[in-house]
T-cell receptor, first 114, second 113 residues
């Protein structure tokens, strides 16, 4: 099946710094990718839809300036958490539609902001 | 808008017993339904999906689910669970194949020896 890879798997950073998380589709191209956020013991909440070559579409309540999304190529989308604070600590998961017409998920990236 | 409700947040069960994880959805248009499993600190793995056709869907690891349009349900079942089935299970819905998924709250399945 299709493979989606995220990097890094774990990241710890100081409050106020920015962190970039990469999402790659390894064996297929994706014009769209989805970024989800998951707090402990909770469900996945869609943050935004990443669109190759154009601006991302953010869900209501998600700060665009806080969570910068770039989809520079057909195999790579990045999520940058700017000026991170402890409340941004979470598990971030990306996904991309592959074949046959289903979403494939990355392994997730756990962000801890100290 | 679509929504998904998983009726049980936790389901404890003994090994080799049958299990049912319940999922109900709400939508004004036709939907596609999915069940995913998540192990600790990992991403999601697809168990099964309903796109069209037979309402009884068989997935991996011995799981199956039945789409019931009249009851807007998509319950997940397994006739005999293993310790290794202990995980978080998510029901999800989309109105577009390959489109964004809306997830339920999740059900923690805990299989005890």
């Amino acid at each position: 099946g299709a493979v989606v890879s995220q990097h890094p798997s774990w990241v710890i950073c100081k409050s106020g710094t920015s962190v970039k998380i990469e999402c790659r589709s390894l064996d297929f191209q994706a014009t769209t990718m989805f970024w989800y956020r998951q707090f402990p013991k909770q469900s996945l909440m869609l943050m935004a839809t990443s669109n190759e070559g154009s601006k991302a579409t953010y869900e209501q309540g998600v700060e665009k300036d806080k969570f910068l999304i770039n989809h520079a190529s057909l195999t790579l989308s990045t999520l940058t958490v700017t000026s991170a604070h402890p409340e941004d600590s979470s598990f971030y998961i990306c996904s991309a539609p592959g074949q046959p017409q289903e979403l494939f998920f990355g392994e997730g990236s756990r962000l801890t902001v100290l | 808008a679509q929504s998904v409700t998983q009726l049980d947040s936790q389901v404890p069960v003994f090994e080799e017993a049958p299990v049912e994880l319940r999922c109900n959805y709400s939508s004004s248009v036709s939907v596609y339904l999915f069940w995913y499993v998540q192990y600790p600190n990992q991403g999601l793995q697809l168990l099964l999906k309903y796109l069209s056709g037979s309402t009884l869907v068989k997935g991996i690891n011995g799981f199956e689910a039945e789409f019931n349009k009249s009851q807007t349900s998509f319950h997940l079942r397994k006739p005999s669970v293993h310790i290794s089935d202990t995980a978080e299970y998510f029901c999800a819905v989309t109105i577009n194949q390959g489109g964004k998924l809306i997830f339920g709250q999740g059900t923690e399945l805990s299989v005890k020896p």
